[in-house]
């Protein structure tokens, strides 16, 4: 059987050739080789420093990534998305989180229509709730001000949101308490709101499609809730907001479309926290601070528009990701933030890079033969270091990290004897990548008179990749820029493998069964399965165990 004719290029078979050469290369030689690799394998731009040394690439695997990245055409694919042509095929849509971040004036048209002066509308709409609420002249239904701010929604209708509010709690308004609701499991939902009290909450709820049964489920137990404590349809209004593109869904649903903000089908789930489903974000830290957020975006899309592909931190991030995704075998990235307050960054990271990669299939609706998205994970540091990076320092797979830290913290804390705890956190982010590439040879490690029979245990392989991005402290502007970091280098890869990053088909087939699932477990008679042994018995067992 003849090769894809991603795997025909020739780029592609000369890393082929050249990874056996790299494999045969450890770090300790590359950088002994070149005494100046750490200072040539790095780049800043926009803020963002990007050490990409300890990587197992020469500059000969960078030029055959680049050729790659040329053969694949990755420069028209980027204007493509950037110019509004309705890049995600499988769904016939537009992609351009990048003009919910474009500055007002800007002209970015989909059919005729320029979409960049849509935003700038719902954005003034969003500051100027914003404004009401956080200033408190905006009241509930009994005349309190609302101190408590609860958005429902799940997947890019959520994670976005609870992630930027994580990250940008330092410059959120303290009075007042932000609440998170996705999972359809009603704890959820209860414990969220079992201290608040409704007559100064405001519920925001937040689906694209305004269809998602987690989203609507807990929608409704929230409009209950609110009912129940306030006990007035009319509460609604002042309690409840939408954002959604399905204004009759809305309506349906019993929110006044006045009281809805809008996007667009060209925005996609995992790509739109900057939109109106950042709502949340933009009344925690306030209007300003958010469109400081979307400069930071936009800096970073101009970046990778227009820097050269020697110096585009996400053309080369996702260049990296394909050479160790496609000729290194590494199956998975670790995404490692040395920064307590990105702590949901690797879970927003995981929706962004595996909704988007985890495709088998071409444009065209070829299977691949090639592997295509990685497993992105993590945890914040240090505490994977006390918990999996025994098996990134010693076990049989190699795990590609991405450390993530800022020259400043947001909350110093003096250590007794002089410094801060702050430089304790970068020393131990600084010492894993030197681990991970250098290691320690059974040499060093008899030398220092470890008896014979540990020194195999005792030993660091070594010859681990790893990338480093610094900042200078953790703004919005900088979450921004390394948010479309992230979001460009999975396109970037989406472009060599030829596949739709922009649809998400896979998460279908398990939400049509469940249909069938809800009907057959909440059925009062006994019900008729026709599923497979397993799905039945437990469909069954479920029942018995639930009605005792
Ligand atoms: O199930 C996947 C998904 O469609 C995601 O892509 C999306 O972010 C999420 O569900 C929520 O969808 P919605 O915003 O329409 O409720």
């Known amino acids: 059987m003849s090769h894809s004719r991603l795997r025909r290029l020739p780029s592609w078979q000369a890393l082929q050739q050249h990874a056996a050469v790299i494999g045969e290369k450890h770090l300790r030689e590359l950088f002994a080789d070149d005494p100046q690799r750490g200072e040539a394998f790095a780049l800043e731009e926009v803020g963002l420093y990007l050490d990409y040394s300890k990587q197992r690439v020469d500059s000969d695997t960078l030029r055959l ?76 239904h009994s005349g309190k001000r609302i101190r408590n701010v609860v958005s429902i929604g799940i997947g890019g209708s959520d994670l976005g949101p609870v992630m930027a509010y994580e990250a940008l709690r330092d410059y959120s308004a303290r009075e007042m308490t932000f609440r998170f609701v996705s999972n359809v499991d009603g704890t959820d939902f209860v414990e969220a709101t079992r201290d608040l009290d409704a007559a100064e909450t405001l519920f925001i709820v937040c689906s694209k499609t305004f269809t998602t049964l987690e989203t609507l489920s807990n929608a409704q137990a929230a409009r209950a809730w609110c009912l129940d404590a306030l006990g007035d349809e009319k509460a609604i209004a002042k309690h409840f907001v939408a954002v959604s593109t399905n204004a009759d869904e809305v309506a349906k649903f019993g929110i006044d479309t006045a009281h809805m903000f809008g996007f667009w089908d060209w925005v996609g789930g995992r790509y739109s926290m900057e939109s109106a489903i950042g709502l949340s974000t933009m009344l925690a830290i306030g209007p300003e601070r958010f469109r400081e957020m979307l400069a930071g975006f936009h ?29 290194l075998d590494a199956a998975s990235v670790a995404v490692l933030p040395y920064e307590q307050y990105l702590k949901r960054f690797p879970a927003y990271l995981q929706q962004l890079t595996m909704e988007s990669n985890g495709k088998s299939v071409t444009l065209d609706g070829t299977a691949v033969d090639y592997a295509t998205g990685p497993i992105y994970w993590g945890e914040p540091g240090t505490n994977g270091q006390h918990s999996f990076y025994q098996l ?15 020259g400043q913290s947001l909350n110093p804390l003096p250590v007794r004897g002089g410094g801060d705890q702050h430089d304790l956190l970068m020393a131990n982010l600084i010492a894993q990548g030197e681990a991970l590439a250098f290691g320690k040879s059974a040499e060093q490690v008899r030398a220092e008179g470890t008896p014979e029979a540990l020194v195999p245990h005792r030993t660091f392989s070594g010859n681990r990749p790893s990338s480093t991005i610094l900042a200078e402290r953790l703004t919005p502007h900088a979450l921004g820029t390394l948010i479309a970091l992230y979001e460009h280098s999975v396109f ?50 479920y029942r018995q165990l639930r009605d005792g």
């Not at 849509?118 to 954005?123: E, K």
């Not at 939400?511 to 799905?535: F, G, N, R, V």
Request: net charge negative; proline share 4%; with cysteine.
């Open 299 to 327: 800096a970073m899309d101009e970046h990778f528009r227009h820097a050269p592909y020697e110096r585009n931190l996400p053309v080369l991030m996702g260049l990296l990701a394909i050479w160790n995704n496609n000729f």
């Open 392 to 406: 990134i320092h010693q076990g049989t797979r190699i795990v590609p990290c991405d450390f993530i830290g800022f």
């Open 492 to 541: 970037v890869q989406g472009v060599i493998w030829g596949i739709d990053s922009f649809d998400q088909w896979g998460v279908e087939l398990g939400k049509q069964l469940a249909k069938t699932t809800i009907a057959e477990l909440t059925a009062t008679d006994e019900p008729t399965l026709a599923h497979d042994s397993s799905t039945n018995r437990l469909i069954r067992r």
């Open 65 to 140: 990534l680049r050729e790659l990245a040329a053969a694949c055409d990755l420069p028209g694919h980027t204007e493509a998305m950037f110019g509004g042509e309705r890049i995600n095929t499988t769904e016939n849509r537009a992609v351009l989180h990048v003009a919910l971040r474009a500055p007002a004036g800007e002209q970015i048209l989909v059919d005729g229509h320029d979409v960049v002066a849509d935003v700038h509308a719902v954005l003034d709409r969003m500051a100027a709730f914003a404004d009401r609420v956080r200033s408190g002249s905006w009241l509930g």
